[in-house]
Each structure stands twice: as C-alpha cells, then as structure tokens.
C-alpha cells in the first residue's frame, strides 16, 4: 500500500516562507505524477501545484511565481517551498500520488497564515 506523509505545516505570518514536505513510501518515479492540493475551511480542495516524471512543474494561477514544486528522488520526497505567503493561503495541503488511473493521498499538514 502507498503511503505519503506530509510534514512542515505551521503557523506563519503573511509575507514569510514556509517549505512542507511529502515523502512517498514508493520510488516517486513510479508514478505518473505528484502533486500537490489544498483545502481551505468551507472549501473544496483545489490543485496547487503538480511534478510529473520528466520534471515538467504546473502551477495554479493563484500561486504562480511564489511556490515552488521540486523533488528529491534520493528521498523520495516532493517539497513545496512557498514564498510571499498570504492569509488566502491558509489550508490543509495534501500530496497526491498519480499513477494511471489510481491516485494516493497523504493525511494533509494544516498551514496557516495569520498575523
């Protein structure tokens, strides 16, 4: 069974950084793709931001330019480094690993941004 653990959420103020990690209990090349998603309080959860095997990176517009997707394959762990982080940003993120038509998910590391 797959599993991935997300860790590094916390309590930021807007304008700081913050990096949460996935580590998959798989060879990340295995899947198709990881991404990852968020969802905020009263909401469904949305896309954020997504790596495929070949290392092609998408982004959703709400965060294009101020996250990052990146992969260390020797850990087997997708990180998503965010910069310029505002309230809006305030969510549980969830990892989703991609293979076919299956997908895994990750229990969420709750971030949130407050002042």
């Known amino acids: 069974q797959v599993q991935l653990v997300e860790s590094g959420g916390g309590l930021v103020q807007p304008g700081e950084s913050l990096k949460v990690s996935c580590r998959v209990s798989?060879?990340?090349?295995?899947?198709?793709?990881v991404a990852w998603h968020r969802q905020a309080p009263g909401k469904e959860r949305e896309f954020v931001a997504s790596i495929n095997v070949g290392g092609r990176t998408d982004y959703a517009d709400s965060v294009k330019g101020r996250f990052t997707i990146s992969r260390d394959h020797t850990k087997n762990t997708v990180y998503l480094q965010m910069n310029n982080l505002k309230s809006g940003d305030t969510a549980v993120y969830f990892c989703?690993?991609?293979?076919?038509?299956?997908?895994?998910w990750g229990q969420g590391t709750r971030v949130t941004v407050a002042s």
């Open positions: 798989e060879n990340i090349f295995n899947f198709n793709s």
């Open positions: 989703k690993a991609n293979i076919l038509s299956r997908h895994y």
